[in-house]
Each structure stands twice: as C-alpha cells, then as structure tokens.
C-alpha cells in the first residue's frame, strides 16, 4: 500500500475510453453525498460510476418535484406550505438571476470608474476523475484569489466566480474581477500564475489568452454577462444536454456551489431581501402521498454523506466502507 495518502491516492482507473464510466472519485478521505457511495467496490474508491451519479441526480430532481415544505409563523399559529425547490429548477435559478441584477445596480451605484476583468482558470481532465478533478480546480481557486488580493491591495475591487462545464461534463471555472480605475491584463495576471503553481493538472498553453480586460463600461447587462455561464436556466434541469448534467451530479454528490462572490456583492444581492426569515420556522417536509417528515426548523433538512475509503482487492468492508456515515446540515431542497 506505499503511497496511499488520504485525499490524495489514486489507484488504476477503468480502461474505458468513456468518461461516465469512470468512478466520480479515485481518492480516499473524499465526502460525498450517501446517494454516490458505491460500498461494494472491491477494487479502488467506494464511489459510484459518472453515469450512475447522475442518474441519482436525476432521481434526486424527480423527487423534489413532489414534495412541499411546511412552515409554521414563530410565536403565532399560521402555517404555509411551499413547494421543495432545488438550486437546478427554473423558480431557484429566476431568484438567482434577479439578485445579479441587485448585484449589478449595486456595482452601477458604489463604483465611479468601473474596469472589468475576467479571468478562465481550467485544467486536464486526462486520466483524473471528475470530483478530483474539481478539488484540484479549486485549490488553484483559492490561490488564485489570494494573488488578486496581493496585486489589488490599497484599491477597490470585488470578484464573482461561476463553474461551467466543457463539453466532456468535466468544469472550468471563470472569475469576474471589477475594479475601480484602469487595470492592466498583467495586473491580473497574477492570479493564473498561482493557479498553474497550485493545480495540479492545470497546463500553462491552455492558459495563454486567460485573462481578458474591458475599460469603462463596456458590458452594460452584467447580469446577463455573467449568467450566460450557468447555461439555459429557464429550462428543466432534466432536459439540459448530457455534459451539463454530469456537471450537475458532480456538483450534487460534493455538495459544491456553482457560484460564489466576494462580500460586498453578496450583500448587493441580499439588498431587496427585506423578508425576515426569523417569523417563519420550517417543521416538516412533505412527500408525495401527504406523509409530515419533522425537521429542525433551525437548521433546514440534513444530508447524509460518507467518506470514500480505497480497497485494493480486499472482500468488501462493512457498508460504511469503513469511512463512517455523517450528517451534514444544509438549506432544504438544495
């Protein structure tokens, strides 16, 4: 077993040329979403296939559709019931597309001289699964946004950051930077050298035109701009072309955001919210047939994961996979 580290061993993949066949991890000390874990493998990470997470995803989305969310008044004796929503369904990404349209009136009201910036991080897919894949993806995120801090510090400047798949299901990520005053591309720069430095499969040639400025106010509709990249959002997630919902499922099973923003633009986005979610508390999720399923109000419904282990030919362990089942709390429906 020399060389197995957790998060990071990576046994022998399948042979097959066809990425849905591959399993959405090869490492250990992975947390994924119970619905993926596969723990019958005998040979390499207790995860299912591509293919099979996003037929739970699909599932998952069929599912949905059928329940309701009951919400009870605080302190009073009115009850509600809403429909369950998902971060994929058309009502959730309407919602969405509206707060950018906060965020970009609110960019239009605090800056004077805007300069936008986008920068495309991306890497490899070859021979590396796709939830790898995105850790790796991330990671140089991460760095790459430390670089902006360092090249920006003493000026006013905000990001938002979207995933949009490739046409294999595997995701690149694309950075929007707004600044205040004329920027350079070299100033942001940057940011792609520490991506290459911290992602593993990230080549330097496909980032050669990574990193595009626009002066002044070039791009009038930001909104649109920016929510060109999360594809068709009008339409039902189910009917979407196939990469962008291996995308989807990779993005379920990791419990991962398609979306982010620094904090100023988060609180653009939240300006109109003026609904206090503290006069409502959510008590039960109802399913298809009517049947009340309690749930802590505080903190929304709960996802079960695991944690992948890698086997090397052993019988198959306990259903855990020796990883352990946990619960992790999150925004029901989501």
């Given at each position: 077993m020399s060389g197995v580290q957790a998060g990071g061993s990576r046994p022998p993949q399948t042979n097959s040329t066809d990425p849905r066949r591959v399993r959405i991890t090869n490492r250990e000390g992975v947390k994924l979403r119970a619905e993926v874990e596969n723990p019958s493998v005998d040979r390499g990470a207790t995860a299912e296939t591509w293919s099979?997470?996003?037929?739970?995803?699909?599932?998952?989305?069929?599912?949905?559709?059928?329940?309701?969310?009951?919400?009870?008044?605080?302190?009073?004796?009115?009850?509600?019931?809403?429909?369950?929503?998902?971060?994929?369904?058309?009502?959730?990404?309407?919602?969405?597309?509206?707060?950018?349209?906060?965020?970009?009136?609110?960019?239009?009201?605090?800056?004077?001289?805007?300069?936008?910036?986008?920068?495309?991080?991306?890497?490899?897919?070859?021979?590396?699964?796709?939830?790898?894949?995105?850790?790796e993806l991330l990671d140089g995120r991460e760095k790459a946004l430390a670089a902006l801090r360092r090249a920006l510090d003493g000026r006013t400047w905000d990001y938002w950051w979207v995933l949009e798949p490739h046409e294999s299901g595997y995701l690149h990520l694309h950075l929007a930077v707004v600044v205040e005053g004329p920027v350079r591309e070299s100033t942001l720069r940057?940011?792609?050298?520490?991506?290459?430095?911290?992602?593993?499969?990230?080549?330097?040639?496909?980032?050669?035109?990574?990193?595009?400025?626009?002066?002044?106010?070039?791009?009038?509709?930001?909104a649109a701009y920016l929510n060109a990249y999360l594809g068709d959002y009008r339409s039902d997630p189910l009917d979407a072309p196939e990469h962008e919902q291996m995308a989807n499922a990779v993005l379920w099973a990791t419990q991962r955001r398609q979306t982010g923003a620094s904090k100023r633009l988060r609180q653009f986005m939240q300006a109109d919210e003026t609904a206090s979610e503290d006069d409502w508390e959510l008590v039960a999720i109802v399913d298809g047939e009517g049947e009340e399923r309690p749930v802590d109000g505080r903190q929304g419904g709960g996802v079960d994961t695991v944690t992948t282990t890698v086997r090397w030919g052993d019988a198959p362990g306990p259903p855990d996979g020796g990883g352990g089942r946990q619960s992790s709390v999150g925004q029901c429906g989501r």
């Amino acid at each position: 077993m020399s060389g197995v580290q957790a998060g990071g061993s990576r046994p022998p993949q399948t042979n097959s040329t066809d990425p849905r066949r591959v399993r959405i991890t090869n490492r250990e000390g992975v947390k994924l979403r119970a619905e993926v874990e596969n723990p019958s493998v005998d040979r390499g990470a207790t995860a299912e296939t591509w293919s099979t997470a996003v037929s739970r995803w699909r599932s998952y989305i069929e599912k949905t559709r059928e329940t309701s969310l009951r919400f009870d008044q605080v302190g009073g004796e009115a009850t509600v019931y809403q429909e369950s929503t998902h971060r994929w369904s058309p009502d959730y990404q309407e919602q969405q597309y509206a707060r950018m349209k906060d965020m970009e009136r609110g960019i239009e009201d605090f800056y004077e001289e805007i300069w936008t910036g986008m920068v495309t991080l991306t890497a490899s897919s070859d021979g590396i699964a796709p939830v790898d894949h995105l850790h790796e993806l991330l990671d140089g995120r991460e760095k790459a946004l430390a670089a902006l801090r360092r090249a920006l510090d003493g000026r006013t400047w905000d990001y938002w950051w979207v995933l949009e798949p490739h046409e294999s299901g595997y995701l690149h990520l694309h950075l929007a930077v707004v600044v205040e005053g004329p920027v350079r591309e070299s100033t942001l720069r940057p940011a792609v050298e520490a991506h290459l430095r911290h992602c593993g499969p990230a080549g330097r040639e496909a980032h050669a035109d990574a990193v595009d400025v626009r002066p002044g106010r070039e791009i009038s509709n930001v909104a649109a701009y920016l929510n060109a990249y999360l594809g068709d959002y009008r339409s039902d997630p189910l009917d979407a072309p196939e990469h962008e919902q291996m995308a989807n499922a990779v993005l379920w099973a990791t419990q991962r955001r398609q979306t982010g923003a620094s904090k100023r633009l988060r609180q653009f986005m939240q300006a109109d919210e003026t609904a206090s979610e503290d006069d409502w508390e959510l008590v039960a999720i109802v399913d298809g047939e009517g049947e009340e399923r309690p749930v802590d109000g505080r903190q929304g419904g709960g996802v079960d994961t695991v944690t992948t282990t890698v086997r090397w030919g052993d019988a198959p362990g306990p259903p855990d996979g020796g990883g352990g089942r946990q619960s992790s709390v999150g925004q029901c429906g989501r």
